[in-house]
């Protein structure tokens, strides 16, 4: 069946500008996590979602980072007024329920450059 | 709060080698431990994991055992093949099921 998709693959933007990062779950999972990549880095953790609500928001940096799964299915990943070092790899991931022993399959990413 | 740290790599092997990498964490309770692999061009898989003290994880010829006692799951394989080229990340998940990874470790095996 089909993994965890992301898209855009990859998104140049300038320092100010809004983005939406969006994350297609495998279809039943329903806990969705977002992590952030950045270079020579492990990835970190940002917002998790169980079912539409987010259960654990602890990670995201600052206010201008926000994420909604208003359906329980798709999430979307908003950035506000992006700045240089918000440029990184954004991740998602799924799985069946949010028990830490469910394994998260990760999607491809989506790149973001902020210049 | 809780962590993992990993040996910095690069790691550059010649085929057939035996590989370790190192990991511990620090956690309160009792975690899982897992190690993610990245290929290049692909997204994060999950190699292998261990839930409890003494649990063995294993995959595709990659073993790691969960030490509790000196807080430690290394990765270990007899013998690394080309194909094995890619970033290993070793991860816990702790009261929570968010996972927090270490840096990676790149391995590159030479033919």
Do not use: H, M
């Given at each position: 069946g089909a993994g965890v998709s992301q898209t855009p693959s990859n998104k140049v933007t300038e320092k100010g500008k809004y983005v939406e990062l969006r994350c297609d779950p495998i279809s039943g999972h329903t806990a969705l996590y977002w992590y952030r990549q950045s270079l020579g880095q492990g990835p970190e953790f940002l917002i998790y979602f169980q079912g539409t609500g987010a259960a654990d928001d602890s990670g995201l940096p600052n206010d201008r980072f926000f994420a909604v799964?208003?359906?329980?299915?798709?999430?979307?990943?908003?950035?506000?007024r992006t700045e240089r070092g918000d440029s990184a790899v954004y991740l998602c991931a799924s799985s069946w329920t949010s028990g830490r022993l469910d394994e998260q399959f990760f999607g491809p990413g989506t790149r973001l450059t902020v210049l | 709060g809780d962590s993992v740290t990993q040996m910095e790599g690069p790691v550059t092997l010649s085929e057939e080698a035996f590989l370790t990498i190192n990991c511990t964490y620090t956690a309160t309770?009792?975690?899982?431990?897992?190690?993610y692999v990245q290929y290049p061009g692909e997204g994060l898989q999950l190699l292998l994991k261990a839930t409890k003290a003494d649990d063995k994880g294993s995959n595709k010829g990659f073993e790691a055992t969960y030490r509790k006692e000196t807080t430690s799951f290394h990765l270990?394989?007899?013998?690394?093949?080309?194909?094995?080229?890619?970033?290993?990340?070793?991860?816990?998940?702790?009261?929570?099921?968010?996972?927090?990874?270490?840096?990676?470790t790149l391995l590159a095996v030479q033919p």
């Open positions: 799964r208003p359906e329980g299915s798709v999430s979307t990943l908003k950035i506000q | 309770g009792y975690p899982s431990l897992f190690w270990e394989k007899g013998s690394v093949q080309v194909s094995d080229s890619a970033v290993y990340f070793c991860a816990l998940s702790g009261a929570t099921n968010k996972l927090i990874f270490g840096t990676g």
